[in-house]
């Protein structure tokens, strides 16, 4: 387990930028144990340093740290355990890889002043390339090395001292698409089955939803939501991370009405009267309310619908084929809205259509 507690930690005067930089303002997070929790967010808002801190490369203003029930930064307590008392494997976007030193050697580095016998070591290495599939290239040279094998080499070097928890920062970002995808999977993969803890950084949403137990969305230095992934992406609560996460269409709207958690509720919005289902925690607002529709919950069709709430007619503006769907621009009076439509249906530009959504999928959000 990692546990954060009002955590802050702020830069002071950096060239070419004025005063005081809070990169990380007051961050509590709990990270529990075997599972993979994500930081995602845009770049600048404080992941890196966030894991720096536990990492103990950086040093607290404030708050406290715990990796495994054990106190490595307090504060209040004046404790600041090192760096290398901490139990932790680090992967970094740049792999950080020694170029005059064999697979093996790179690895070995890791245990140097471990007071290992060289017997012990040598186990160790060995068991941790198996883990990252690199047993058979021990011994070639680094820099013969493609980008995912270097990056297994990193993982591995991460994974020799046996530590109690992992962090890992956007450590696929250098490789190209397809590899991201295998690479993903084969961390995932490893992270259950060693069963260790695991706190990942990345500014990719798809990542974030495809490796995380939890994703923590964070924006200015602080956490503004965190969740299981289709949470985040199915319910999200504010409208930056409505619109950090996948693609989405925001409505401004005036309540017509107050109803309770799991009513359907109705407002005033540039497309007419829309119905939208109050969220469980029965969150309302009374002076506006945006609702957040995703483009996939857009249901377009040639024909007039039987009902006529939330049924609107529009007008196709722009097209594009991206395979697995259509991505279309639709006008509807003013507002103009995005839709994800079966690949196989065939409109075009300027066809009128119909708009229906199911008020389930009106998603209303909290202001920032
Ligand atoms: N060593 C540093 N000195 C001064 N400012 C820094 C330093 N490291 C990071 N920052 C600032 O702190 C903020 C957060 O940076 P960082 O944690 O690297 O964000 P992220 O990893 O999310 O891109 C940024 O505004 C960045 O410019
Ligand atoms: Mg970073």
Redesign the pocket.
């Known amino acids: 387990m990692i546990s954060l507690t009002d955590l802050v930690k702020s830069?002071?005067g950096?060239t070419g930028?004025r005063g005081t930089?809070r990169?990380?303002d007051n961050i509590s997070l709990v990270v529990p144990g075997g599972s993979l929790v994500t930081l995602l967010?845009?770049?600048?808002?404080?992941?890196?340093?966030?894991l720096?801190c536990i990492a103990g490369l950086e040093r607290p203003d404030g708050g406290e740290i715990s990796i495994g029930g054990q106190t490595v930064f307090s504060s209040r307590r004046s404790m600041n355990v090192p760096p290398h008392k901490r139990r932790i494997g680090m992967v970094f976007q740049s792999y950080a890889i020694w170029p005059h030193m064999t697979v093996y050697e790179n690895v070995a580095y890791a245990l140097e002043g471990s007071k290992l016998s060289s017997r012990e070591s040598k186990e160790k290495v060995g068991k941790a390339l198996a883990l990252v599939g690199l047993s058979k290239l021990e011994s070639q040279p680094a820099p013969h090395l493609s980008g995912g094998e270097q990056q297994r080499v990193a993982v591995a070097r991460a994974l020799v001292s046996e530590p109690d928890v992992l962090l890992f920062?956007e450590p696929l970002s250098n490789l190209d698409a397809k590899l991201r995808e295998t690479m993903r999977r084969e961390l995932r993969r490893l992270q259950k089955s060693l069963g260790i803890t695991a706190l990942y950084?990345t500014?990719d949403q798809t990542e974030a939803l495809a490796i995380s137990d939890l994703i923590a969305v964070?924006n200015n230095?602080k956490i503004v939501e965190i969740g299981e992934p289709s949470d985040v992406y199915n319910r999200p609560r504010s409208k930056f991370v409505a619109e950090f996460i996948g693609q989405t269409n925001i409505l401004v709207g005036r309540p017509l009405n107050s109803r309770g958690p799991g009513e359907f509720a109705s407002a005033e919005t540039a497309l007419g009267v829309i119905f939208y289902r109050v969220p469980d925690d029965g969150r309302v607002s009374v002076q506006e309310v945006l609702l957040c529709i995703r483009p996939e919950d857009l249901e377009i069709s040639v024909a007039r619908p039987e009902q006529e709430e939330n049924a609107w007619r529009g007008k196709i503006i722009a097209m594009s084929f991206l395979g697995p769907y259509q991505d279309c621009e639709l006008e509807a009076g003013e507002t103009v809205l995005r839709a994800h439509i079966r690949r196989e249906m065939s409109i075009k530009v300027g066809d009128e259509v119909c708009i229906k959504v199911d008020p389930s999928r009106c998603i209303p959000l909290v202001s920032d």
Not at 41 to 50: D, E
């Open positions: 830069f002071y950096r930028q930089v990169a990380v967010g845009p770049s600048g808002c404080g992941k890196t340093t966030t720096r920062d950084v500014h964070m230095g």
